[in-house]
């Protein structure tokens, strides 16, 4: 019985791993938030070119880490999740409150690139919470923008971790999914993909 479990076992099954890594190395260097940026690119790659959201269903090591700690480490609650949480109206509400927030620190990475303003050595918690950061950046040999594009990066990141993480406490395991931005941007670029024509030979 064991070794079928662990033949169904695949390489990507273990990719929490790699979510979970990327969080504390960020703990100790900021500059490693720059990874972050694979997992905004790789869905959108996959679903422009293969028309479907294999990286959310299979790839996704957030949602994989939501699984584990509420489904396996018993966790959540694993209530339904509300209908308004499903609900069109909020996924891209949230969607493009998402942008505006993530086009607000890249306009501040510009600001600070141009010379306008200073880095701040700060990752802001659910766009709100200001953490002072300073011991996980000592300078490099890149301008500062480098620097500030990463806490502000990892700040995206470690928010909606944490969004994710109590989602999962208080419904489903991955309740996350229903409403992650990547998601629902990969959705719409498969729906459009699906809906275009196909060229012809």
């Known amino acids: 019985m064991k070794e079928k479990m662990n033949k169904k076992k695949k390489w990507y099954d273990y990719l929490w791993i790699v979510s979970l890594t990327y969080l ?5 260097n900021i500059l490693f938030a720059w990874l972050g940026l694979l997992c905004f690119f790789i869905p959108l790659i996959i679903a422009i070119a293969k028309g479907n959201k294999a990286y959310c269903n299979k790839y996704c090591g957030r949602g994989q880490l939501f699984s ?4 396996r480490f018993g966790l959540s609650r694993k209530k339904d999740i509300p209908g308004w949480m499903k609900s069109g109206r909020f996924r891209y509400g949230f969607l493009i409150f998402f942008f505006v927030m993530f086009f607000l620190m890249l306009w ?7 010379g306008a303003k200073d880095l701040r050595a700060v990752v802001t918690l659910l766009w709100t919470f200001k953490l002072p950061w300073h011991w996980a950046y000592h300078g490099t040999l890149f301008s500062d923008g480098v ?3 990463a806490f502000g990066f990892y700040s995206v990141m470690l928010t909606s971790t944490v969004l994710g993480f109590f989602t999962m406490v208080l419904f489903k395991p991955r309740s996350w999914c229903v409403y992650c931005p990547m998601g629902t ?4 670029i498969c729906r459009a993909k699906n809906i ?3 060229p012809k030979p």
């Not at 501040?108 to 141009?114: E, I, R």
């Open 24 to 28: 504390i190395l960020g703990f100790f």
């Open 108 to 114: 501040n990475t510009w600001l600070v690139f141009a």
């Open 196 to 198: 275009a024509p196909s």
């Open 68 to 71: 584990l700690i509420g489904g």
């Open 147 to 149: 620097a500030q594009f």
């Open 185 to 188: 941007m990969t959705q719409l």
